[in-house]
């Protein structure tokens, strides 16, 4: 039996990361204040590490779309793969070419191309999905903000988010 709603607990878990990092802060606030000595100076790395917690927390917080859309993703040594009820496939993040956030679909979905294979398209909110944070964090020169403002905005194409090799001409933005 739980005391607690079950959407509350779904808000609370979507933030996990910054609670633990606000539990952090406090804790080592109270080391800082509190005896002093050689607490304080483990007080001083623990609000560091806090803060930099709370930064991270926050861009996963808002990368995740919630939970019970269509299929499952899993992420393994650099493999994404989607099982969805009408598509799926595999692909390799290491051949990822280019990632693109195509709001028009219901739900959202990021659609994944590499050389040689179909596009994999998979919803926002699959089982799994909030993996792909750290998958799309790794790729190079990706602006993790921007990715999660176009996430949180209702763009009414499809977005490019980051690729590889760029396919248009200089003056052009990426986003």
């Known amino acids: 039996m739980s005391f607690i709603r079950p959407e509350a607990k779904l808000a609370l878990w979507k933030w996990r990361e910054v609670l633990v990092a606000a539990a952090l802060l406090l804790v080592g606030l109270s080391w800082i204040v509190g005896p002093g000595g050689l607490l304080a100076w483990l007080g001083w790395a623990l609000l560091i590490a806090g803060i930099a917690l709370i930064v991270i927390g926050i861009q996963r917080a808002r990368f995740r779309s919630g939970t019970g859309g269509p299929g499952v993703v899993l992420v393994d040594e650099g493999q994404i793969s989607y099982f969805g009820p009408l598509t799926g496939g595999v692909i390799a993040a290491a051949d990822l070419n280019q990632l693109t956030l195509d709001p028009t ?21 699959a089982e799994g999905a909030e993996a792909l944070f750290d998958v799309f964090a790794a790729l190079p020169e990706l602006r993790t903000e921007s990715m999660l403002a176009e996430l949180g905005g209702r763009s009414p194409h499809p977005v490019v988010i980051w690729e590889r090799h760029s396919s248009r001409p200089p003056q052009m933005r990426l986003h």
Do not use: C, F, T, Y
């Open 105 to 125: 679909s219901k739900p959202a979905h990021w659609v994944l191309r590499q050389p040689g294979q179909p596009p994999l398209h998979i919803p926002v909110n």
